[in-house]
């Protein structure tokens, strides 16, 4: 490697302290500065991270020595700072969603191609041993040809833990936008991409009441589906079926468990970087746990940055495997999955995507 990929942030609500931790310990990217609309929190988090300066967005966004910039702000504003970012000249890296809708993506992804700069979009999530040893176990085929898959998410609810939970529950979030990415992602490493869905969502109350923090006790509205469920057609012909819900509360479901005509294979959360992969070969009389193959060993949040370090150069057109094209596709799956709970059709799917390169095993 030669320098430092040098990267700034933009937002700095819960989520930046996991990105901070990762990049304190990779040589390969360095956080030079961050902005926030408020800039004294901007300040508080430069204060905390030796070599990082707090600046205001217009500023970061100037700054020359920048080359990539992570959008951390709320997933409506996704879009718009994204923009902004392409405009500066910049690379961007975006949480997920990568935008509210699919076509904020699509003049986002364009706007990028005409500036000649990077889209990388969370989750990364999949570049870990977790979905990365699941994918290697389906590409050598030990459950031979894939039939089916199952991803099932539940949870009764952020606003138990979360103190500014507002933003879930209105268009642009929801257990499916929020929750989805991971599983859908998760989904299209695993089995392709995806050409029709059909879904079905309820919303089973209409406010939510704060449980954490200053707003304790405060009472949101809700404007979006919170519980959705769908069947993911894929390409390749094998067909998932998806749950995402803050209205359950429990479920013994594995997270996504993927059959195929030689046996079935237990997928970690994909949540998460790492777990147990685990497989049940026809004629076997109980699970075994595969031994960790593939993917980033040390994976956390903001490695889709890092890996944008990795491969060709990130300030310049080109995809990662945490790309732009795969979250726009994820989100126009999702986005389907609610306009077909409307109509009660299956509806096709626009875009597609090749499966991103595989992750050998790598110690970092």
């Excluded at 990028?112 to 290697?136: C, F, H, N, W, Y």
Aim: charged share 20%; net charge negative.
């Amino acid at each position: 490697m030669g320098e430092p990929l040098n990267v700034g942030i933009i937002g700095c609500g819960k989520i930046i302290a996991q990105y901070l931790e990762t990049f304190a310990r990779l040589d390969d990217v360095r956080l030079v500065a961050v902005a926030d609309l408020d800039l004294s929190r901007a300040q508080e988090v430069a204060d905390a991270t030796p070599g990082t300066e707090a600046l205001s967005v217009d500023e970061l966004l100037a700054d020359d020595r920048i080359r990539v910039v992570v959008n951390l702000t709320v997933p409506a504003a996704h879009a718009e700072v994204s923009h902004r970012i392409i405009t500066a000249g910049k690379s961007v890296y975006v949480e997920k969603p990568i935008t509210a809708t699919t076509d904020e993506a699509r003049s986002v992804l364009a706007a990028a191609e005409a500036a000649g700069v990077r889209i990388g979009s969370a989750p990364d999530t999949v570049l870990g041993s977790g979905v990365q040893t699941a994918r290697k176990a389906i590409d050598d085929g030990l459950i031979g040809s894939p039939i089916s898959a199952t991803a099932t998410m539940v949870t009764p609810g952020h606003e138990r833990w979360h103190p500014n939970p507002d933003f879930y529950y209105v268009p642009g979030g929801g257990p499916l936008l929020d929750m989805g990415p991971y599983y859908v992602t998760a989904l299209v490493t695993l089995l392709g991409p995806v050409a029709r869905v059909v879904g079905a969502a309820s919303a089973t109350r209409s406010t939510r009441t704060i449980q954490s923090g200053e707003r304790e006790g405060e009472v949101i509205p809700v404007s979006t589906p919170t519980h959705v469920t769908g069947l993911l057609v894929h390409e390749s012909g094998a067909i998932s079926t998806l749950v995402t819900s803050f209205d359950a509360v429990a479920t013994t479901a594995s997270n996504i468990e993927v059959h195929g005509e030689r046996g079935t294979l237990g997928v970690p959360d994909p949540n998460h970087f790492a777990g147990d992969v685990r497989l049940w070969s026809l004629g076997d009389t109980e699970w075994t746990t595969l031994p960790v193959s593939a993917g980033y060993t040390r994976a956390a949040r903001g490695y889709g940055v890092a890996d944008m370090a990795w491969g060709a150069d990130a300030s310049g057109p080109g995809e990662s495997r945490a790309s732009g094209t795969l979250a726009f596709h994820v989100l126009e799956v999702m986005e389907s999955l609610l306009v077909s709970a409307q109509t009660l059709e299956y509806v096709t799917i626009t875009t597609t995507v090749e499966r991103p390169e595989a992750v050998p095993l790598t110690e970092k």
